[in-house]
């Protein structure tokens, strides 16, 4: 038996469902109406809505910054603020919006182009990791990472339960993620908010930043463990991932390293670092993310693990020449215009008010609430087991609760594999 369905679509057309016992399919019947540009309307192809969607977010986010810059917030506020206001919790689910700015058949391309920030993106997070402060920092800031880790850990697990145990929907699984995202402190961010406070080289910002590495390390461990797991080949994903991690340190980083002098020397045996040195790392990045994609993992961190494994040993005058040069080539376009999709595909799976009328509202500000305290928390009791004053040790913790982009990386990659 067939039975056809006719829905009204975006001011392009309309979409039509196609339903038999077998399968169902979705189609989207464009509409050729003469636009007044050319010959068909420009709402029948995907690209027009792409640059829609990426003048509307970038215009927005220009915004925010401009507005929340005065209150020292950090970037990330604006980003998130952006997505969440241009998802179905304010203008998403308007007939403009969904008619002209993110209709549902434009989600897969949006989404696809947020990956790919993301991608680029989890390559830089990696390339400003700085494992030179891990060594001779002592036990205080390992202590600290580990307390941050621990703690935040059950009390995600604990959480979870709490909150999505009666839910008709329930999925154990989902435990898991809840309790990584509340294990992560996000390094980038954290510091640029010790930059802004001039606290960087300061003892507290330097324990900050050491723990904040290496609490970033385990959340990316046992994100890679949870994917792993919920694979249905769950020993080749994790043993495969392995193996990938370790060739890539002990094998692929001394041959990029030797590659590298090898072909960088100019006069005088100086480095260069060239234009197509640049390239190659670009086609790496997408190459090691597709690596790990295949090896079960997710494909940001290939990309994040190209960056730890970029060679750290060429020095000049300005610090790092491959670090600066990269960055300097990559880092204003992909945070700057790519990232931005990447938080509106995030505020379009939020939808506040349907949570709230799911939750009660209790549960909800527990749930925000105690998420909050558990890191600060386990930061406070470290710091009176070292005898550092109150104040350092409440500020210690407020620094080491900074969330940013790997929080939101966990919690969708939770929703893309259906957990929880």
Not at 78 to 106: M, N, Q, W
Not at 166 to 173: K, L, P, Q, Y
Not at 260 to 271: A, D, F, L, P, R
Request: glycine content about 8%; aromatic content about 10%; charged content about 10%.
């Amino acid at each position: 038996m067939e039975m056809n369905i006719t829905l009204n679509g975006s001011g392009a057309g309309e979409y039509q469902i196609t339903k038999t016992n077998d399968f169902l399919e979705a189609c989207y019947l464009t509409n050729t109406s003469s636009g007044i540009w050319q010959s068909g309307s420009a709402l029948t192809t995907t690209l027009p809505f792409l640059l829609t969607q990426l003048f509307v977010v970038l215009f927005l986010d220009r915004i925010l910054l401009s507005v929340l810059k005065p209150l020292h917030q950090p970037r990330i506020v604006a980003h998130i603020t952006c997505g969440v206001l241009l998802g179905p919790t304010f203008l998403g689910e308007t007939d403009l919006a969904r008619s002209y700015v993110i209709p549902y058949k434009t989600t897969m391309v949006l989404e696809t182009f947020a990956n790919l920030a993301l991608v680029y993106y989890m390559f830089l997070v990696g390339l400003e990791m700085d494992f030179s402060l891990i060594l001779g920092c002592g036990t205080k800031p390992l202590t600290f990472a580990i307390a941050g880790i621990l703690l935040p850990l059950g009390v995600g697990f604990g959480l979870f339960f709490l909150a999505l145990s009666n839910s008709h929907d329930f999925d154990a699984e989902g435990s898991m993620f809840w309790a990584i995202v509340l294990t992560s402190t996000n390094f980038p961010d954290l510091a640029r908010v010790l930059a802004n406070l001039k606290l960087l080289h300061s003892d507290i910002g330097r324990t900050a930043m050491c723990s904040a590495i290496i609490s970033d390390l385990c959340s990316w461990l046992l994100l890679v463990v949870a994917i792993s797991i919920l694979n249905t080949s769950k020993y080749y994903a994790l043993l495969s991932t392995t193996i990938f991690v370790l060739v890539s340190v002990f094998l692929i980083r001394p041959a990029l390293s030797w590659l590298i002098g090898c072909t960088s020397k100019g006069e005088q045996g100086n480095i260069y670092i060239t234009d197509n040195h640049v390239w190659f790392i670009l086609a790496g990045i997408v190459l090691f993310g597709f690596i790990t994609d295949a090896c079960g993992s997710h494909s940001i961190f290939g990309a994040f693990m190209f960056g730890v494994i970029m060679p750290q040993e060429y020095e000049h005058e300005h610090g790092n020449m491959i670090r600066s040069t990269v960055i300097e080539k990559l880092d204003d376009f992909v945070t700057g215009i790519l990232m931005p999709l990447f938080f509106l595909v995030s505020g379009l799976r939020t939808d506040v008010a349907f949570m709230l009328s799911k939750t009660p509202w209790i549960i909800v500000m527990l749930v925000v609430v105690v998420s909050c305290a558990a890191k600060i928390a386990s930061a406070f009791l470290v710091s009176l087991l070292y005898r550092m004053p109150p104040r350092e040790g409440l500020a210690l913790g407020l620094l080491m609760n900074t969330k940013g982009v790997l929080a939101l990386v966990i919690l969708n990659t939770g929703r893309n594999i259906k957990a929880g």
